[in-house]
């Protein structure tokens, strides 16, 4: 099949971008190298949008979270990412977390499936001449990556993130865990406890501290971290309570064999639909396997764990996409080519998805002849691509999940509950807006439902 344009890379970015375009009417030919005898460095399959780190796609609470908006907007596009992720969710309270394997077999087929992909299990080393979206990820191919460089004139920025382990559910041992909700929020108990006392919880910090690790390559060793993916030794690091005031805090978790909040707490989440394995939250680490094995059973209730995978690192690498993007995606000294994905330094599934989206609308309405508006910033696609592609310093430009920080401010006084369903109302209304204008003298807010509309 001759095809209309080349997407090169089959994670969430480029799924979701194949998706929309094929939706669209659009022949795509959807290249992805895993599956032809290449993989990385953090892959284990070769199914589409395979998640490599957490299952978990974070809230989906749209009335008061920036990323819970995100979601909605998504669904009210159409996105398949997320109907995805609906259709092999998995309980974890207030977040929206899948079973990996369901939900990554589920995008493939839909690809698979769809009459305009043509899904191709090749490696591409040279930049496409023709309409193109590169959404190869952090972990693209070297000879790509090179040619990328040699694209942009920029010396490409990194940083590194990081897995977490993964427990056998029936190797953890209940008698001393517990199910509750996330930090005892919700009704819901999706959550395994494992609790710690202070003597508990300083050896263990010890350890974290003194552990071995896996050494860093000589390249690798001026890479700084991203915050939100930061491995659980290097916070601990930074101060003995650290790791208590955030993936081991306390608070409100009861434990049911005590009536008393512990000194501290790991929790796991669901990580398929059987339910029988389990992730530990937040414990991304670059510790060597035997020491994460030794350490992590010194956890009360995880003494016997069996892992399904252990923690690991691997350096994702992303352009200065400020400097280098117009604000529909395309790089401006070659417009044939647009960029989406965590490549432009967005950081989170559900954002490389998002990027995916747009790169995928506006490469859609190019191809009609048109000329798509990047969506208003008030809506949570709109204030991630303004961070991406319009950023005030490229040269600090450093990944980002989408929050409210990067939306314009509400400038009415309020508390900060109300201040957050401000900002989610006129994301709606904004989206609302974006996609259908109302009749004169209709407000937009008037029409705003949250549910699906058509595009």
């Known amino acids: 099949m001759t095809h209309d344009i080349h997407i090169v890379g089959g994670g969430l970015a480029g799924s979701e971008a194949a998706w929309q375009l094929a939706e669209a009417g659009f022949k795509v030919r959807l290249s992805e190298m895993r599956g032809s005898g290449e993989s990385t460095a953090a892959h284990q399959t070769d199914g589409l949008a395979e998640l490599v780190c957490s299952n978990s796609f974070r809230s989906d609470d749209a009335e008061a979270n920036a990323v819970g908006l995100l979601h909605q907007e998504m669904r009210t596009l159409g996105s398949l990412i997320l109907t995805q992720a609906d259709a092999h969710r998995v309980p974890a309270g207030s977040a929206l977390a899948v079973d990996r394997d369901g939900y990554s077999h589920g995008v493939t087929q839909a690809l698979a499936d769809h009459p305009n992909v043509t899904l191709v299990r090749e490696r591409i080393d040279a930049l496409p001449d023709g309409p193109a979206i590169l959404a190869t990820g952090p972990l693209t191919a070297p ?137 530990i939250v937040g414990f991304q680490t670059k510790l060597k396997h035997a020491e994460q094995v030794r350490l992590f059973r010194t956890i009360p209730g995880l003494q016997n764990a069996e892992f399904a995978r252990l923690g690991g690192l691997h350096r994702n690498t992303f352009i200065r996409s400020p400097e280098l993007l117009d604000g529909t995606l395309r790089l401006k000294n070659r417009p044939n080519l647009r960029f989406a994905g965590q490549i432009t330094g967005c950081e989170g599934y559900i954002e490389s998805a998002a990027i995916g989206m747009l790169a995928g609308r506006f490469a859609a309405a190019e191809l009609r002849g048109e000329t798509l508006a990047p969506p208003p910033p008030e809506t949570a696609l709109g ?73």
């Open 143 to 279: 000879s790509l990556a090179a040619a990328i460089g040699d694209a942009t004139g920029a010396e490409a920025l990194a940083f590194f993130d990081a897995l977490a382990p993964i427990v056998h559910r029936d190797s953890i041992d209940m008698d001393v865990a517990w199910f509750a909700s996330r930090w005892d929020k919700g009704e819901t108990k999706d959550y395994i406890n494992c609790p710690m006392d202070k003597d508990q919880y300083l050896a263990f910090h010890a350890g974290l501290v003194e552990g071995e690790k896996t050494p860093f390559k000589e390249w690798e060793k001026d890479t700084p971290y991203f915050d939100g993916c930061m491995p659980i030794e290097v916070m601990a690091e930074r101060g003995v309570d650290t790791l208590r005031y955030g993936p081991m805090k306390p608070v409100g978790l009861d434990n049911p064999k005590t009536g008393r909040w512990p000194y501290a707490v790991v929790q796991l989440r669901q990580d398929n639909a059987l339910g029988t394995l389990w992730n």
């Open 383 to 455: 204030a991630l691509l303004g961070h991406i592609t319009g950023a005030a310093v490229a040269e600090t430009y450093q990944p980002m999940n989408v929050n409210f920080g990067l939306f314009p401010p509400i400038e009415v006084r309020t508390k900060k509950a109300d201040r957050k369903r401000m900002y989610t109302d006129r994301g709606r209304a904004a989206l609302a807006g974006w996609i259908s204008p109302p009749p004169p003298g209709q407000p937009v807010a008037d029409r705003v439902s949250g549910e699906p509309a058509s595009a």
